[in-house]
């Protein structure tokens, strides 16, 4: 009987989805396992090959844990709002609800073709107002709550204000802003209410300030630092700036310790882990006051080495830096403008990264050093960032790399503070342990002696104080979009108001264009319909405003991360109306146990779901505090792009080997017009584009070569292989032990469509295993041992691939089984029966189609997984080497268990041995049992 894997896979896909076979309930006797992809975002192009990869991972490891026994959890759903849609939007006025639902549904055919486990009753999507209802809420408890240092946790904001009420804010340790004044009890119970509502606007986890972003005016919108390539869009490929603007921010940062110290309660990778604790980036050492000559101003810089303080010959502060505008000198004032305008124009990143070129501007003002009052030149340059730290660093150029390039270049002192230490050596960079000279105040002083030592007369003096410091920032949390999560905010007075929970969703309304409005508001601003009445709690046109019951409306709209940031538990109750997750649901679910996708989320949403993970937890609405227990990367699948050479300036085309010179240009072509043997189908590249309509080519033997290589699978690079075509002519359950079979799971591998074929034949092979010809052939008969030991070799081999991830031996694994079953001619059940179950993670629809075939009834998925025995692979037999003399004549095969006096008589009797003997009686016979037998003559 033949392979028809088309139809096999399509009628197994419509049984799966008819009986939802993959439906997980939230009580089970069984012990559970949540297992998670990362959430996809359904683009219009809807998936490639190299797509699949993590999810045919973790369908692998899913299915294969309810062989095991485990109630898994396996969902799956769409991150659906997003930068994309809404470009799509602006570009054809198509609603970005529109292109998104058509982009989910192309995805939904794709995914069911490939046959993954998904519970799809639990599909959720962050775009539908059921779904974001709940992220609005959870904003509103952010808002809603304080960190207290103490407690080193969040709590209501109302238990805040009973403190300021009854002993003011002295003693309080919160995470707040640097400007929040002391106050006692009866001030604040002396201050107005909207006077109230501005301090605590200071304490709040999330608040609206003033802050540096990225802004890229072709968008119209914020960028977050992940959305920006070589200093453009990643998006379009336009112009960022870096601009002030009144945003809304999560206080990330006053759960910086806790993010670094629980990571090692989770079973990430050390790479990624690292990652991370690079991100949070925690510094110990001291805040320094410098005070700014002729002005009442203070700047305060964070060092790591407040040891190093005499070393200090120059201040240098970010251009953004508030003080810059007010202390600046007017003979420097046009200089300083020009600086500022050049530094907007390159992101963050570029500045971090560009250490080659040093840029900077004297402000014409001086600082007075905290010691010894000398002036200290207050320069700017663009290596200091106004969101890390202070915004300012004292240089120290003995004692760092940037610093000390900067100085000699704008020819600046460099006094050297340490004892026998070169510092024209640019390796140099103030090592721990360095004995510090040239100060009576430190001379003789090792490092740790001579940091805690100024540390105590800062803090003597008031001039600073030791400190703690983390790179990791607060993170904007606006952004002037439309197709995002609305904010459940109004304003009374120029002061945020939630919208009361009763109340939400807070829905999207309609607007004309997508674009900012023409005075910079955000898309929103478009809105004819967008403010809120707080009588009849709803919205309400913008022409009813009187700012006494009706109110304007937040105009910007929250980021991608928000709705990502917390939907592996919405999976867990994902129909629930009452609240976001059921706390029976969740307390059964607890977190995810394995979690797989790409590694370009390490700092970015996996921070922030961490942080609000944890929020949660301490407000009480959830019992854990990780999302992820087990973390993998999967890598990149990539493409082997194919390149056309045209001549410089001409629209004609030299074959690859054809080329003579530089004077070509490299341009790529799409793959489907490449032959196995990297032969272009002219005529077809022709009608690709118009603009090669008239090309000629210079071919070889009348065939025009390619170029190859491999880079990233991409839409762009014309490098993209169809899944649905793979499933079309080889199956879905090739394509995924194809996928499984190119290398480690974590490794980038390279796509080969010609390979696919020998998965495909290895299927055949397994079908034919199960057949006699055109008829199904299982016998009932007792298995051969060498059938029972190559069974249960490969459970043992698979079961600790699965466990290990390591699916592409376990690929190779099943072809050396099917291919030494085949050669034992076995059909016996006893090893074909377990077997299907074996494959049934790799290749669910053969598997399901032979357990069927079998004679069981429902669906393989609820078959037991096999049991490995031992007993089978031990071996009773011993192949001996005969040797004579030192040199191997012949092998026999003796029982393990025979004495060494058995083995002699049982060697020396053979045949062969007389033969070799030639009548003469041996010298001396040495018998290693279980190794070899060796006849001296």
Avoid at 75 to 95: C, K, M, N, R, V
Avoid at 174 to 203: G, H, M, N, P
Avoid at 497 to 521: A, D, F, N, Q
Wanted: glycine share 6%; proline share 5%; net charge negative.
């Amino acid at each position: 009987m033949s392979y028809h894997f088309n139809k096999i896979e399509e009628k197994w896909q419509k049984y799966w989805a008819k009986n939802q076979t993959f439906k997980a309930a939230n009580d089970s006797d069984k012990p559970k396992y949540y297992v998670l992809d990362m959430f996809p975002y359904p683009s219009g192009a809807g998936l490639h090959v190299g797509h699949p990869l993590g999810y045919i991972a973790s369908d692998i490891y899913a299915r294969y844990k309810r062989h095991k026994g485990f109630n898994v959890l396996h969902p799956q759903g769409y991150d659906s709002f997003g930068l994309p849609a809404e470009q799509y939007a602006i570009q054809t006025g198509q609603h970005p609800a529109v292109t998104t639902e058509n982009n989910i549904a192309r995805y939904r055919e794709q995914l069911d073709k490939i046959g993954f486990s998904f519970d799809w009753s639990r599909e959720v999507r962050t775009s539908e107002p059921d779904y974001y209802k709940w992220t609005q809420w959870i904003f509103i408890q952010l808002f809603e709550s304080w960190y207290d240092m103490e407690a080193d946790k969040s709590r209501p904001i109302s238990e805040l204000e009973e403190i300021f009420s009854s002993e003011g804010n002295s003693r309080v340790m919160a995470a707040c802003d640097e400007d929040v004044e002391d106050l006692t009890a009866a001030e604040w119970k002396a201050f107005s209410q909207e006077e109230k509502e501005r301090i605590l606007l200071k304490y709040r986890l999330t608040y609206l300030a003033e802050a540096e972003v990225n802004w890229c005016p072709q968008l119209g919108t914020v960028l977050a630092n992940d959305e920006i390539v070589n200093g453009v869009s990643e998006r379009g490929g336009y112009p960022v700036i870096r601009k002030k603007m009144t945003q809304w921010s999560m206080r990330i940062s006053a759960f910086a310790e806790r993010l670094l110290q629980d990571l090692d309660k989770i079973n990430w990778t050390e790479s990624l882990k690292e990652s991370q604790r690079n991100w949070i980036g925690k510094s110990v050492g001291a805040h320094v006051d410098f005070n700014v000559k002729d002005h009442e101003y203070k700047i305060g810089v964070f060092t790591t080495r407040p040891d190093t303080i005499f070393g200090v010959s120059f201040v240098t502060l970010a251009p953004e830096h508030d003080l810059v505008q007010k202390i600046t000198t007017a003979e420097h004032k046009e200089e300083v403008e020009a600086y500022i305008q050049a530094s907007a124009k390159r992101s963050e990143r570029e500045r971090m990264a560009d250490v080659k070129t040093i840029t900077g501007v004297f402000t014409g003002a001086y600082a007075e050093h905290p010691f010894t009052g000398e002036p200290v030149p207050i320069w700017i340059g663009d290596y200091v960032l106004a969101g890390y730290g202070t915004g300012a660093v004292m240089a120290v150029p003995c004692g760092d790399q940037r610093d000390y390039d900067f100085a000699r270049h704008f020819e600046l002192p460099i006094p050297n503070i340490f004892e026998n230490v070169d510092i024209s050596q640019e390796a140099f960079s103030g090592k721990e342990g360095t004995v510090i000279a040239n100060s009576d105040f430190l001379s003789g002083l090792e490092y740790k002696e001579a940091l805690n030592k100024v540390i105590l007369e800062l803090e003597k003096t008031g001039a600073g104080y030791g400190k703690t410091n983390y790179r990791l920032r607060d993170a904007v949390f606006s952004r002037q979009r439309y197709w995002g999560e609305p904010f459940p905010v109004y304003y009374v007075d120029g002061l945020p108001k939630m919208i009361e929970k009763e109340h939400l969703p807070l829905r999207l309304p309609e607007v004309e264009k997508y674009l900012p409005t023409e005075t910079g508001e955000p898309p929103l601003g478009n809105a004819s319909e967008w403010a809120w009445d707080t009588t009849n709690n709803k919205v309400v046109v913008n022409s009813e405003i009187d700012h006494k019951t009706v109110f304007p409306l937040e105009l910007n709209t929250m980021p991608g991360w928000a709705g990502s940031s917390w939907y592996l538990f919405r999976y867990m109750d994902a129909r629930n109306t009452d609240r976001f997750v059921s706390e029976e649901a969740q307390k059964y679910w607890e977190n995810v146990d394995l979690y797989i996708g790409g590694s370009e989320h390490a700092t970015g949403h996996l921070l922030y779901s961490r942080f609000w993970t944890k929020f949660l937890h301490d407000r009480g609405w959830l019992s854990v505090e990780e999302p992820f227990k087990k973390l993998i990367n999967q890598g990149m699948i990539l493409g082997t792009s194919a390149f056309v050479y045209r001549l410089e300036g001409e629209n004609v085309f030299v074959s690859k080997n054809q080329i003579k010179g530089n004077n070509v240009q490299p341009i790529h072509a799409d793959v489907s017009l490449v032959n196995a043997s990297d032969e272009l189908d002219i005529e077809g590249f022709k009608n690709w584009r118009p603009e090669f309509a008239d090309a000629k080519f210079i071919t070889e033997d009348g065939k025009y070569i390619v170029g190859r290589e491999v880079e990233k699978m991409s839409k762009s690079k014309y490098n993209v292989v169809n899944p649905d075509e793979i499933c079309q002519d080889y199956g879905a359950d090739t394509l995924r032990m194809y996928e499984m079979f190119l290398g480690p799971l974590e490794q980038a591998k390279p796509w080969n469509t010609a390979g696919i074929t020998g998965v495909h034949n290895f299927l055949k092979k397994l079908w034919k295993l199960y057949h006699n010809g055109e008829e199904f052939s299982v016998s009932n008969d007792k298995p051969s041992a060498d059938s029972l030991k190559t069974l249960h070799k490969t459970i043992k081999k698979v079961t600790e691939d699965i466990e290990d991830f390591s699916f592409n031996t376990s690929v190779s694994t099943f072809m050396i089984c099917v291919n030494e079953l085949t050669a034992q001619k076995c059909n016996s059940r006893e090893i074909l029966e377990p077997l299907a179950v074996l494959i049934a993670p790799y290749a669910p629809h053969i598997a399901e189609e032979l357990w069927e075939k079998l004679g069981n009834s429902g669906s393989i998925t609820t078959a037991a997984y096999p049991q490995f025995e031992e007993k089978y692979l031990v071996e009773s037999m011993k192949n001996y080497p005969i040797s004579f003399n030192g040199k191997m004549r012949f092998t026999m095969e003796l029982p393990l268990d025979m004495s060494k006096d058995e083995i002699e008589k049982t060697v020396l009797g053979d045949e062969r041995t007389q033969q070799q003997l030639d009548g003469r009686t041996p010298k001396k016979v040495i018998v290693v049992p279980g190794k070899i037998v060796n006849i001296v003559g």
